[in-house]
């Protein structure tokens, strides 16, 4: 009698430990617990730390709730200006509802993946190609709000969606290169005409005041030679200015004649003088 009472409460022990190994559950601290009672689903969500269910009865699915991050697959279109680009994408989102997103969709993440790829090439569709290189702040926030419309009924939430890479045909850089060369080369000539129209401002100034002061001329001549000098050159080529030449010029005109205004200074006067 006593050995059947013995075996009893050790079967009875067993049992209940079988039990309380099949009910026992933990949730991790970045997870949520939905519980599915004969296929209904339970209104509460179990939270994270140790937690039981009904063996063989209940059925516990976990759901990760971190932001999980996707690389969305490069799309190829055509923007609305005929350029044919690849765009490829990373889309971070995470779960906020976790009864919803175990029941409205079968798969949230294979669902999201999808979204975000239709949504990339629609957004590349309307777009042009300026925008997508240099306007991409305000094409991440479109395509957020594109891919978060639907996937709010599945309780997820996009974060954030960032555009990674713009690649285009080898065509198109070549002639984007030479339009930014073009560009570079017509600044530089806007400048250049820009500094030689300062610079004849200032020779002209330079020249009035010269103009005033012949002498000045003349100094910036020799500091001309000095300058020249300096290089230690085997062939030094002086300029001779315009207005030394006409001041010899005037000073030719103003000397007196050769023989005398009065006819006084000649030999043949001065031997008839003496007869």
């Known amino acids: 009698m006593v050995e059947a009472l013995v075996a009893a409460g050790a079967a009875l022990v067993s049992v209940g430990a079988v039990y309380a190994m099949a009910a026992a559950r933990v949730v ?13 689903l339970r209104p509460e969500v179990r939270g994270p730390g140790f937690t039981t269910i009904v063996p063989f009865v209940d059925r516990l699915q976990k ?27 990373v889309v971070y989102f995470r779960v906020t509802s976790p009864a919803e997103a175990l029941v409205r969709v079968e798969d949230y993440k294979f669902a999201v993946s999808q979204m975000a790829q239709t949504s990339l090439r629609s ?7 300026d925008d997508l290189l240099s306007n991409r702040e305000r094409l991440n926030q479109g395509l957020e709000l594109m891919i ?3 996937a709010v009924e599945w309780g997820v939430t996009i974060d954030r969606v960032e555009i990674k890479d713009v690649s285009l045909p080898e065509t198109m ?4 290169a030479r339009q930014a060369e073009a560009d570079r080369e017509r600044r530089a000539r806007v400048i250049n005409a820009d500094a030689e129209l300062q610079a004849s401002k200032k020779l002209a100034e330079a020249a009035k005041e010269m103009s005033e002061q012949p002498a000045a001329l003349q ?4 500091q ?5 000098a300096a290089e230690k050159n085997s062939t030094l080529v002086l300029p001779f200015p315009v ?13 007196p004649p050769a023989g005398g205004a009065d006819g006084s200074g000649g030999p043949g006067g001065a031997s008839s003088g003496q007869g």
């Open 123 to 129: 957004i590349i569709g309307k777009s042009e190609l």
């Open 173 to 176: 850089k070549r002639s984007m």
């Open 219 to 222: 100094l910036r001549l020799l």
């Open 224 to 228: 001309t030679v000095v300058a020249v």
């Open 148 to 150: 978060d419309s639907p």
């Open 243 to 255: 207005e030394l030449l006409r001041f010899l010029e005037r000073a030719q005109q103003h000397l």
């Open 28 to 40: 991790k601290q970045y997870e949520r617990g939905v519980v599915f009672r004969l296929g209904r």
């Open 63 to 89: 759901v990760n709730m971190q932001i999980v991050t996707m690389p969305v697959p490069a799309q190829e279109g055509i923007t609305r200006d005929n350029v044919t680009v690849r765009v490829d994408a």
